[in-house]
């Protein structure tokens, strides 16, 4: 594992249904785009690293749709599905986002990929349909699933050079 160079920010203000992340990579735009697209790279990083990722289905258009499942040590298995709504390549993403242990919980995604000169910032906004539900994801281990997929990530852009 690498050492952390640009750290992950997550930011859940109390009593608000948002989330946010911010984190900085050593790769262009379309690079780190490019990585949180293709269905065989996410399969390299989204998720905590002590889970097995199964992707399903990850269509990554206007109106496409997403369906992918973790698998723990044990056998258990947890599964996420969601639209993407818009697309601009190597810009921005929005996108539904729903675990399937929460059903009808439906968060609403926008990431953004800013160019920093061969660097991109990639900031996501989640929001929540309520404040209980945000809540209710980061007592679930939201935090460390995303703070070990950024960093799985900045390794997979660093590694593709």
């Known amino acids: 594992m690498s050492t952390i160079q640009n750290p992950t920010t997550i930011t859940a203000q109390p009593g608000t249904p948002f989330v946010d992340l911010v984190r900085e990579f050593d790769a262009t ?10 269905p065989a790279l996410v399969a390299q990083w989204l998720g905590p690293r002590e889970l097995e990722m199964i992707v399903e289905e990850y269509e990554v258009r206007d109106g496409g749709r997403y369906r992918y499942i973790h698998r723990n040590a044990d056998g258990d298995e947890f599964a996420f599905r ?14 539904t986002f729903e675990w399937e242990g929460a059903p009808g919980q439906v968060s609403l995604e926008t990431a953004t990929y800013e160019d920093l000169g061969g660097r991109t910032r990639l900031h996501t906004h989640s929001v929540f349909p309520s404040v209980e539900t945000r809540d209710a994801m980061i007592e679930h281990g939201m935090e460390h699933g995303v703070r070990d997929s950024m960093e799985r990530l900045a390794e997979l852009v660093a590694a593709q050079g």
């Open 82 to 95: 969601g639209v993407f709504h818009s697309v601009e390549p190597g810009e921005r993403v929005i996108q």
């Open 29 to 38: 735009p379309e690079q780190v785009f490019r990585a949180a697209t293709d």
